[in-house]
């Protein structure tokens, strides 16, 4: 019996009216500067003083304005819990930095495309962070989730339009990217199984690793979407046709095979197929496709790998594809700290390998004010996507710095339609409303590593590993937890934010909503940090092969 949802009208119960804390802040614009129309500023210099003399003085503390509908605010009840506005402790109130409600002070004098898209965006943005008469909208899990159905189910007749043509060797990341997001806003993408499984297997190769199309050769990142994939979907109901792992579907073997063959011996990384280049998604793909499929590492397949990982680190502190010099971007920061991290306990590997503090300077340099959002590279515009690529990497950052924790003693520490995008005037894809939706649940966690293994809801299934079996080196991912407590600095802040935020029914589907009900809530299901799955399905796949004996 599916779960009756609380429905809401038209805004949620627990977002108050407006509240203006006082009637001087508004969005402000800086005024034109000063001399501007006496002279027209010709050196650099120059330019940088008339910015400088023309920015406003940044607003005192009254001057802020409190946003009742950002979700990470705290809610104020009033005695009788009632959800009528009540005014907030002022000592409580989380000013939004006027840094997020202004225009940047240094803008680029050369106008270009990326320039005049870069300013939109920050306008927009910073109308939802500083005007309480247009707050922040609260996620439209509805049009998202009717979205991300039509790239699983297709649009007319079982197919995706046409343009998805393009994306024609990229097919099991359609899939992965659509379901994982489904799972994210709470759908149970369970009945979806079979026609995953019938759309992933004829892409697997009898040589090992599956393709991106039907006929194409394996591919590093075609394999690891289509684990990815298998991985989400799960385990069958008993009495379906397909009991069991859907990754039971897989050729272990034949995998293992080719995962030697795609491996340098030399330089301890991987290509991307037998004879393509060889980076960082390479590794960490293979890696991801190691762990989850418990296969041993015995026969020095991970040789190497730690050293090939800790090169990319670049002078500015991020990381390249490659290692020695390739410029730093987000998605190869990932790649590198969740490879490591597969490799080993997150504070061993991570301070061995890395430069943590230029890496930690070079991550938080990467979010953009007034955006809010972060860029994939110095000088390049923000992304949505980049949420989870330069968002997933703090989660890991943040396990190196503390080391193994016990459970108990984490540190708190316009027209509506579905799907995200890269940013505003943009449209929705697949690929970033999943990483969008996966970087706004990394927000609502605190994610840490420990050293014992993920508890089972059910006991493991047997036979369990033989001792002559091979050793399973890659258990490090596999000890991870989370809480759903956003670390703060202000304990009472973030315990509020989540007793406030109700959670999103298990077994809610999109049927389960009628026209114009909404959750309150923008709470996701969440994820594992490293393989970018639904948690728990970490520990019940760890089950899965610790029960295989061998192959
Ligand atoms: C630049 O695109 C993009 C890259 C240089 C690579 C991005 C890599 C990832 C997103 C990670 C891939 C991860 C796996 C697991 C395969 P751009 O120039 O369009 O974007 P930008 O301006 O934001 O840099
Ligand atoms: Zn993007």
């Known amino acids: 019996m599916p779960q009756r949802l609380r429905v809401r009208s038209k805004r949620p119960k627990v977002f108050f009216t407006h509240n203006k804390m006082s009637a001087t802040s508004s969005p ?3 005024k034109a500067p000063s001399n501007s129309t006496t002279r027209t500023p010709s050196t650099p210099s120059e330019v940088f003083d008339d ?5 406003q003085p940044p607003p005192t503390y009254s001057q802020q304005t409190w946003n009742p509908s950002n979700p990470y605010f705290p809610h104020y009840h009033n005695q009788n819990m009632s959800t009528t506005a009540t005014t907030p402790p002022e000592s409580l109130i989380p000013p939004t930095p006027a840094l997020f409600t202004t225009r940047p002070i240094l803008q680029d004098t050369l106008k270009t495309l ?5 300013l939109s965006t920050a306008e927009i943005c910073m109308k939802y962070l500083s005007n309480p008469s247009d707050p922040f909208p609260i996620l439209s899990r509805r049009e998202h989730i009717a979205f ?6 297709g649009v007319q007749n079982g197919k995706l339009r046409e343009e998805m043509v393009a994306l024609d060797a990229s097919r099991p990341w359609i899939i992965y990217w659509c379901l994982q997001g489904l799972v994210s806003l709470g759908v149970d993408v369970g009945k979806y ?3 995953v499984i019938s759309s992933l297997q004829p892409l697997q190769n009898e040589s090992g690793g599956f393709g991106g199309g039907n006929g194409q050769v394996s591919h590093v990142t075609a394999s690891y979407a289509a684990v990815l994939a298998l991985a989400v979907v799960g385990r069958g109901e008993d009495g379906d046709e397909e009991y069991g792992e859907a990754l039971g579907i897989v050729d272990r073997r034949a995998m293992f095979r080719w995962l030697h063959e795609i491996k340098d011996w030399e330089s301890g990384g991987f290509r991307v197929c037998v004879g393509g280049e060889e980076d960082v998604r390479g590794v960490y793909c293979a890696l991801v496709i190691l762990a989850l499929l418990g296969l041993p590492t015995s026969g020095n397949l991970t040789q190497g790998t730690k050293e090939y990982l800790g090169r990319c680190q670049t002078y500015e502190g991020g990381f390249g594809a490659t290692p020695n010099g390739n410029e730093a971007h987000g998605g190869y920061a990932f790649c590198t700290l969740a490879g490591l991290c597969i490799l080993g306990e997150p504070a061993v590997v991570l301070r061995k390998y890395l430069d943590m503090d230029r890496a930690i300077s070079w991550l938080s340099a990467r979010q953009y004010a007034p955006e809010g959002g972060f860029s994939g590279r110095t000088n390049k515009l923000v992304d949505g996507c980049y949420s989870t690529w330069v968002g997933g990497c703090w989660a890991l950052i943040e396990a ?5 924790q016990d459970e108990n003693e984490e540190k708190l520490g316009e027209k509506e339609v579905g799907g995200l995008r890269d940013k505003p005037r943009k449209g929705p894809d697949y690929y970033h409303s999943n990483y969008i939706l996966l970087g706004l649940a990394s927000t609502q966690n605190y994610f840490y590593y420990t050293s014992s293994p993920i508890p089972l809801s059910s006991p493991p299934p047997s036979p369990n590993r033989g001792s002559g079996d091979p050793p399973l080196p890659l258990t490090a991912p596999f000890l991870w937890r989370y809480s759903p407590r956003i670390p ?4 009472n802040v973030a315990e509020a934010i989540v007793k406030d935020m109700p959670a999103w029914p298990d077994d809610v589907t999109e049927e389960d909503l009628l026209p114009g009900q909404e959750v309150e809530s923008d709470r996701l299901k969440v994820h594992h940090p490293i393989f970018n799955i639904p948690f728990e399905r970490a520990g019940e ?7 295989k004996v061998g192959f």
């Open 28 to 30: 402000s614009s800086p």
């Open 51 to 55: 910015i400088l003399s023309s920015a």
């Open 114 to 118: 990326s320039s005049k898209e870069q």
């Open 148 to 153: 991300l159905k039509s790239g699983v189910l």
């Open 193 to 195: 199984r079979e026609r």
């Open 400 to 404: 190196g710095i503390n080391g193994p």
């Open 488 to 491: 703060s600095n202000t304990p």
């Open 541 to 547: 796949i760890e089950a899965w092969w610790k029960g």
